[in-house]
């Protein structure tokens, strides 16, 4: 797999950005949640009582008997008013008419949905950066392998010389053993950075969100990647590109839209409501299902206003609140620019140092290389040691392991500074 398609491979199965798309969702059903407020809400409810002892009622006595005193005391009679049985079905149906509130939120519903969406892109730059970086390791140390591979390889052709210079007299035997010592630790070097491979492919598949018991082939060179120069003026960075400016914009623009909510709150809003049914009432259970002759229809409509007055001066002291987080939030914008023009130098500075390092490391080992092979020309040729030999392998070695630490901190400080200038993930 290329660089790209890991990437691909990376967006589709991190469980990080999962988790974001899943957000998303979220924030698109909370919106239609919102919507559905201003739907018209439609219940239906039914009820049936029994009421095993009907409650009394208090009548004058003359109700009773016209010719009972003017100041007689009442008579309790129960069943007069309530019946045994009654039974009621019917539907209620409101409709907001006018809310400032919902109108707020309905723009707020919409924003948070932006906000979840700049929420899955800092997942993609979080894992382009982690998964970026793991394939330049794994690319690096195959690299590594691959020059020992031809320092061992050398090195054998070198021995098997020795070996029949040393048989026909003409060589020492402390001249072998210092080459095969110099053999062994290259070998033992060459077994390191071949696991070295094993876990940088390991770490590559856990950043790519790829099951562990998968095979991952990457493939491609370093040598795909060029390093360019950077100027020396640093560049300045565009805040808006950087994911984390607009996610503080959205934010932002969150707490304005909640202010807004609050100097709704001091609007009246209206609604209308309508409820129709039907009823029954009855001594026998019996009669509740006689539908046509004793069940009786009912029906209401009208509209609600309500009109705040005086709340205690609670939305007064909520908008200030608002306008205060707003000042807040106005700082936080402040430290974010200056916090991106820092990563930003700070990046190009790293970059430009590890490039010059990378140009001297590359240097060195160039010129390692040649003093390895004027050492063996020399030792054939009976004008030098063997200990010229090893001293150049050790000195090869150590400026092929520098030279490769400082292409890995180059290819890192590439990734820093397209993050730090937004352009880590391009659109």
Do not use: H
């Amino acid at each position: 797999m290329t660089l790209q398609q890991c990437l691909e491979y990376a967006y589709t199965n991190s469980a990080t950005i999962q988790k974001s798309l899943l957000d998303e969702q979220i924030a698109k059903a909370r919106v239609n949640e919102t919507i559905g407020i201003g739907l018209p809400q439609i219940n239906g409810s039914a009820s049936l009582l029994y009421n095993f002892e009907l409650a009394p009622n208090f009548l004058p006595a003359n109700f009773f008997d016209p010719t009972a005193p003017a100041d007689a005391d009442f008579i309790a009679r129960r069943g007069i008013f309530s019946p045994k049985f009654s039974s009621s079905a019917g539907i209620t149906i409101n409709q907001i008419i006018f809310n400032g509130s919902y109108l707020v939120g309905l723009q707020a519903a919409q924003t948070y949905t932006q906000l979840s969406k700049r929420n899955t892109e800092t997942s993609k730059i979080a894992t382009a950066e982690n998964v970026t970086k793991a394939y330049f390791s794994l690319l690096v140390a195959k690299e590594r392998v691959t020059l020992l591979d031809n320092n061992l390889s050398r090195l054998d052709s070198l021995l098997k010389d020795v070996r029949a210079l040393n048989k026909q007299g003409f060589a020492e035997n402390l001249d072998l053993n210092r080459l095969e010592v110099t053999a062994n630790n290259l070998r033992s070097e060459k077994n390191k950075v071949d696991r070295l491979i094993q876990l940088s492919n390991e770490l590559l598949k856990f950043q790519m969100g790829m099951p562990a018991q998968d095979q991952l082939d990457v493939t491609g060179s370093i040598r795909d990647f060029q390093l360019e120069q950077i100027p020396e003026q640093n560049v300045k960075a565009d805040y808006k590109s950087r994911i984390e400016y607009s996610t503080l914009e959205t934010g932002i623009a969150l707490s304005e839209l909640n202010k807004k909510n609050v100097r709704s709150g001091y609007l009246p809003n209206l609604v209308a409501f309508g409820q129709m049914g039907y009823q029954t009432g009855t001594k026998y259970f019996a009669n509740i299902g006689d539908f046509k002759n004793r069940w009786l229809g009912y029906g209401t409509v009208g509209l609600q206003l309500n009109v705040p007055i005086f709340d205690g001066l609670q939305k007064k002291y909520k908008v200030q609140q608002s306008n205060l987080e707003l000042l807040k939030l106005e700082q936080d914008r402040k430290n974010l620019e200056k916090a991106i023009d820092f990563q930003t130098n700070q990046s190009q500075i790293t970059l430009r140092n590890a490039l010059e390092s990378l140009e001297i490391q590359k240097r060195n080992m160039e010129l390692a290389k040649e003093v390895v092979r004027v050492s063996q020309i020399k030792y054939k040729q009976g004008v030098g040691t063997s200990s010229d030999i090893v001293t150049a392998e050790s000195a090869v070695k150590e400026a092929e392991t520098n030279y490769y630490a400082s292409l890995y901190d180059a290819l890192i400080a590439k990734v820093d500074l397209d993050k730090a200038l937004g352009k880590l993930i391009k659109n």
